[in-house]
């Protein structure tokens, strides 16, 4: 069994060797009846021995996995640590002259009560991630103790529905910007949280309501609220570590929860709705805060926290 095990391992490393480097690849796969697509970049180096993990980056509203892997930096965050990224698209509905352009649209997530053509036509997107990691993992050795997934804006808030919807494959999530916007979450299992938020921001405002910034009018829950449920939902039974950094960033850490999960919550004094640390896409976008690299700190909290 041994034996058959690491020929297995050794052929897929083999096809490994033959396309790491490569040019990111973006694949296709059918699901509820579209035909959904998504990127996935192997790190540059050969993986060690043994399985890797696999974290799934989800872009915001009227973005593409383009966008957010620009925006995140999270290939570079990749290379460094070897481990798998996958970057899902969204959906829209056909809009022919931005597809033309060889644009795919206003890409959106369906995370409950938000947004836009996703939510208004109720897609499964938790199915097709879970198609898609099911897909990946026939592909790649991908280490289930160490699937992840984080999201901004409209795809944080996607992360925060994974966590309630599949929590027997999430280990932890990670949300910029974003909200629990899920009426009823109830996850079967723990699921770490590290959720990093701008105080200033004013689309998915901190104290909730409609942000004066906000495309879709969407009234959010306060950051409170969401941080509040998964507390609840993984059991933290000690009040948060607070701290505070010079650079205005305000943390706190929930250590003590079920199944050795954790919630980490990072504040940024005068942060907007943005990914901080990252690359400004547009200047009609807020500026990213440098006061918090937010993949190094998802990915530092990722790799602490995989599924016992």
């Known amino acids: ?46 993986p060690a021995e043994g399985p890797l993990a696999l974290v799934v980056v989800l872009h915001g509203g009227g973005g593409n996995a383009d966008n957010i892997a620009r925006q995140s930096g999270f290939n570079a965050e990749s290379d460094r640590h070897g481990f798998i990224v ?69 795809g944080g808030m996607m992360a925060y529905r994974l966590a309630c919807e599949a929590s027997d494959l999430f280990a ?3 949300v910029v910007a974003g909200a629990l916007t899920v009426r009823a979450c109830t996850p079967a299992a723990p699921v770490s949280l590290i959720h990093i ?12 309501g409609v942000g004066r910034r906000s495309p879709t009018r969407t009234s959010y829950p306060a950051l409170t609220a969401s941080i509040a449920a998964w507390v609840d939902a993984n059991r933290c039974t000690q009040p948060p ?13 929930y250590l003590d929860c079920r199944g050795g999960s954790a919630i980490t919550l990072h504040v940024i004094a005068g942060g907007g709705h943005s990914w901080p640390g990252g690359q400004r896409l547009l200047a009609t976008l807020d500026a990213p805060s440098a006061a918090l690299a937010a993949t190094a700190a998802i990915w530092q909290f990722f790799a602490a926290h995989p599924r016992r």
């Open 172 to 174: 932890a999530v990670g």
């Open 1 to 46: 069994m041994r034996r058959a095990v690491a020929a297995a391992i050794c052929g897929v490393l083999l096809a490994w060797l033959t396309t790491a480097g490569r040019a990111d690849q973006l694949r296709s796969l059918p699901h509820g009846g579209i035909e959904r697509s998504y990127v996935v970049h192997l790190p540059a180096a050969p």
């Open 197 to 208: 938020h701008g105080a200033a921001d004013e689309n998915v405002p901190i104290g909730g």
């Open 86 to 154: 996958a970057y899902p698209n969204g959906t829209d509905r056909r809009r022919p002259l931005l597809n033309a352009r060889g644009r795919p649209g206003l890409l959106t997530w369906n995370a409950g009560l938000c947004c836009g053509f996703a939510m208004e036509n109720r897609i499964d997107d938790v199915g097709f991630v879970r198609a898609m990691i099911a897909e990946l993992g026939g592909a790649y050795p991908i280490d289930r103790r160490r699937i992840f997934a984080a999201g901004m804006s409209n």
């Open 241 to 253: 570590r607070q701290t505070r950094a010079p650079s205005g960033v305000q943390t706190l850490e």
